[in-house]
Nanobody, 119 residues
Framework: QVQLVESGGGLVQAGGSLRLSCVAS????????MGWFRQAPGKEREFVAA????????SYADSVKGRFTISRDNAKNTVSLQMNTLKSEDTAVYYC????????????WGQGAQVTVSS
């Protein structure tokens, strides 16, 4: 059973930085694509960033390009999201997710981590 546990959320002032981590267990992660998504109050969940575990290939939403960096640590089975130059509109619950089927949807999700950016 795949399990994803996020940590690192919190409150930060606009312009500041936070780092989210997602510890993964129970799966063969070298085969997966890992993503970060977020959901702000009253809004739908949206894609933030993703990384293919085996190759390190990354993709980002336009709204975070140049500010956020996704990475993975194979030895620790951890995927991280470094968030710099945070804006109030980045306030949301951030979710780590795993896509185990290359042709499918993200099928495993973490519990979420709150990120609040004060202006």
């Amino acid at each position: 059973q795949v399990q994803l546990v996020e940590s690192g959320g919190g409150l930060v002032q606009a312009g500041g930085s936070l780092r989210l981590s997602c510890v993964a267990s129970g799966g063969t992660f070298s085969r997966y694509r890992m993503g970060w998504f977020r959901q702000a109050p009253g809004k739908e969940r949206e894609f933030v960033a993703a990384i293919t575990w085996a190759t390190g290939f990354t993709s980002y939403a336009d709204s975070v390009k140049g500010r956020f960096t996704i990475s993975r640590d194979n030895a620790k089975n951890t995927v991280s999201l470094q968030m710099n130059t945070l804006k109030s509109e980045d306030t949301a619950v951030y979710y780590c997710a795993a896509r185990t089927n290359p042709a499918g949807e993200y099928d495993y999700w973490g519990q979420g981590a709150q990120v609040t950016v004060s202006s």
